[in-house]
């Protein structure tokens, strides 16, 4: 009783009269006796209340938490009290006994003990809220006070108390901040809170009380965070970004209800980190480093003088009409320029009579200069600390606003009339045309011409003309016999971290007899097979008509004729669809063709990629096909094993005619060929009207970082970069210069990376500009829809939103290579402004203020990186 003594003993000094206070702490032995007790207090309270019908179901309950108790983890109430100790002392007792008050109603004995299993009591009078500790071997139990009596009990190692006010008013405000409080630890500790408990409370209000001391205060439309403050675990934020039904506000209106609604009228917490935070010296330094890196950026890449909105203003809403003659050649005129390979790279002169050269670009000297130097930045040991910090700063960011905005980015996506994930425009951004096709398509594909089409003659093998009937004869198959497993072009356990194996897969059943015949389009039957398969996939994509492709074919360079020879097949076979655009691939084979004595040396590689894309450019008429074909060709791509070691490349390389020896060349030494060349091709068609091709290499999926440092400085943007993990110099560059990189996690599971260790879902979180692509669907997919298996995936094991995915599919668009006009039709006719005005909820499905988060944030860093002199255009990079 000494306790019970000492209490009121306070609450008389204080004078806090007002408040009658019970406390009681006890110590039960068993169980038994610990029922008994709660029984007859609820006994005596349902007496007094004359309400006495749940008795029984209240004793069960007792017996059944109780039982949990034991030995069971502590419960976390003691962040809210501690919050309402530290705060204003108007009425902090009235306010939590509200709460427990509240609690009782509900007939919830877990909760209204649940506070003084910390060992922690409050006195009601003790100034400003100090919490007083209960010493240990203090008498256990009780005090029944003015009828309220609670039943508290206490195992033998923990003591409780409990104070009650009987007659306080419920206070809605500062209960709900209670159990706001409360949120954050029990999800951490994985205690179950008792749902009837928190509902109620959270739809009053959701803010913290005024007194909170809380890092961030919600107020309807303005948050103000402390920078520094990194109080929220991502595992918690994650695990909301889509029920998120612990969140502030959520009101459960009718469907119809929030479709009234407009969504950009959503209101929502926008984070104000203000960059308080003046760089130290050394900090400005690096900033200064980094502006330089991007400046280079800048001063390589290459850029349309007129951006395509300036050029084409759309002022049509409905949809772009199907282009009726896709192969249509329509003759356009020879102009006089001249050009010549020097030194690898081509050079343009206006006509042979002037030997002024236009379209300069950088020499291979400067090019391999900036690459030291962007090399030796991105080894600095502060450099590499100051980019972490932003890095993971970037990430908890963006944890803070899924924190604060999750509900409200689902409930915008709730009201955008009609759009969902599945009619939102994606792009697979990253997929090599002789996979395009699944697994059992290609099947279906082979048993169908072997029953439909059994004489064709397709391959010339030594000495002898087969047939189709006889090849598969030859190789001891029958169509019948013929499944997938056969098949065997499926990726496994064997081919991780083994490109030459993975490669082998594209020979069905391990013949690349039925490689040539049905995957490649140079061979006896002049590619009809992989025409009409094409065809089939073509149709495919139509149907699901929300889904687009930009298929990698390949230019190997063995031989100049080989783009006549693809144009052809292109046009012969009719292969368009206003939902596939192309890019060329060029893979990384010089060291093959040296061996096998097809070239002398690197220059006749590079003379075969890029001399007939001058002559058709300069007179369109010397190469038709191939003209109508490079306006649907938007990229140029660089392919091949990232891994195989290479020799880091000096300023002083041999010339790519002294590259006669037998090693393949390294990556940034490709890089740089194939960029210096359509460089000056670009500005050559840029200057004459006709389309450009972007330089959109693999890069990062394995082997240095060097590959990545080299296509930071040239590349439009890039497939996979999963080594951007591994650089933080880079990674934060790629942020801040908003390089698209469409990675393919499934793809790298089967290669190089497992799945749950991909950077994938790090990179969004942080706001690189990440899209998802399938790479090799026929030896990774198994549905129809690779790419929705893709997302579904990632969805799946990384826990995306809707809202993330929808944001990811129009990153693809942005990515992409399509048309203005088509960009302007699937995202929003203002697409090309940066943020929220350029974002139209109404095609990406994409809230305002996910947009105009992401926007902010990145703004923001550019300031801090240029020290607050960041020029930012408001139109995108295109
Ligand atoms: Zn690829």
New binding site residues.
Partial sequence: MDAYALHLAMAALVGASFVAVSAYYMHRKTLTQLLDFARALERKRDRERGAGDEEADYGQQVVKKGAQRRGGPVYRRKAAYYKRGGGSASLPEMALVGAEVDGEAEGDVEELAGPMMNGQFFAPGAGAGEGMLIPPGLPRLHTVHEGNKQPTRATPTKRSGHFIKPTSPKSPVASASAFESLEGSDEEDSLAIDAKLDTSYLHANGNFGPDSNSLFQNMPTDITANAEAKPLSSSIIRSHSVSGDLHGVQPDPVAADILRKEPEQERFARLKISPTETPSVDEAEVYKILQNCLELRKSYIFREKVEPWEKEVITDPSTPKPNAEPFAYVEEQKTDHIFEMVDGVVHVYPNKDSKERLFPVADATTFFTDLHHILRVTAAGNIRTLCHQRLVLLEQKFNLHLMLNADKEFLAQKSAPHRDFYNVRKVDT???HSACMNQKHLLRFIKSKLRKEPDEVVIFRDGTYLTLKEVFESLDLSGYDLNVDLLDVHADKSTFHRFDKFNLKYNPCGQSRLREIFLKQDNLIQGRFLGELTKQVFSDLAASKYQMAEY?ISIYGRKQSEWDQLASWIVNNDLYSENVVWLI?IPRLYNVYKEMGIVTSFQNILDNIFLPLFEVTVNPDSHPQLHVFLKQVVGL?L?DDESKPERRPTKHMPTPAQWTNVFNPAFSYYVYYCYANLYTLNKLRESKGMTTIKFRP?SG?AGDIDHLAATFLVAHNI??GINLRKSPVLQYLYYLAQIGLAM?PL?NNSLFLDYHRNPFPMFFLRGLNVSL?T??PLQIHLTKEPLVEEYSIAASVWKLSSCDLCEIARNSVYQSGFSHALKSHWIGKMYYKRGPDGNDIHRTNVPHIRVEFRYTIWREEMQIVYLGKANICEEIDN
């Fill in positions: 990253h997929v090599h990698r691939q791509d392919v693999h999926e497939a996979h393919s793809s692509s790479d090799d």
